[in-house]
């Protein structure tokens, strides 16, 4: 079993849908947990981080994680034609450790 | 907004070749660390360095790789004799544990091998 897995898609949503994204991961001990968004050959852009279970909102997006069940997603509200890029998740074990990476959602909206 | 920069964006390098790729973290972060992007698949883990010494590696990282941090403000990572197989993006980022454990990335740069 990969130890991040993520659905690279593509998915395609109108401008103002909501984005929805998943991550499962099997690794109990992943305790942080990480949202980026990287566009075509750049370098990944932190939007969020959190390290309990439940919600952290910040702007339009919303981070849930569930630990329960190994499962963290991201939500974006009102998306807009500039949100399109790819949205990858992140996790590691303990602070400062290395960070396992999901392959990324490559995400369009479309106005 | 302090940001982690990388030189040069895109490197080319024959096969065999050393290359060396330079990197300035953030300047109050204290953990550094390098990740590889090949074409199409997953950002990868290669090294953590703290304190003037490597804390954790990949198995990615063998002896052909090396990093240091030559001075206050340059981290940078050796590539001894480059394959074609080591051609990626290779990413650069730094964290402070005293404000939380994100990492932040730099831009990358984009290392072809011929």
């Known amino acids: 079993q990969k130890e991040v897995e993520q659905d690279p898609g593509p998915l395609s949503v109108p401008e103002g849908a909501i984005v929805s994204l998943n991550c499962t991961y099997s690794?109990?001990?992943?305790?942080?947990f990480m949202w980026y968004r990287q566009y075509s050959r750049k370098g990944p852009e932190l939007l969020m981080y959190t390290y309990s279970s439940g919600n952290k909102e910040d702007g339009r997006f919303t981070a849930q994680v569930d630990k329960s069940s190994k499962y963290i997603s991201l939500f974006i509200r009102d998306s807009q034609p500039s949100d399109s890029a790819t949205y990858l998740c992140a996790m590691s074990a303990y602070g400062n450790n290395r960070l396992a990476f999901g392959k990324g959602n490559q995400v369009v909206v479309i106005p | 907004e302090p940001e982690v920069t990388q030189t040069p964006s895109h490197q080319v390098t024959q096969m065999g070749q050393e290359v060396i790729l330079r990197c300035v973290p953030i300047s109050n972060h204290l953990y550094f660390y390098w990740y590889r992007q090949i074409l199409g698949q997953k950002v990868e883990f290669l090294v953590s360095f703290y304190n003037n010494e490597i804390s954790e590696k990949s198995e990615i990282f063998d002896d052909q790789f090396s990093v240091e941090r030559p001075d206050g403000s340059n981290f940078t990572l050796k590539i001894r004799s480059t394959k074609l197989e080591d051609s990626a993006m290779y990413f650069c980022a730094s964290s402070d544990p005293s404000s939380g454990y994100e990492q932040y990335f730099g831009p990358g740069t984009r290392l072809t091998v011929t």
């Open positions: 690794n109990s001990a992943f305790q942080y």
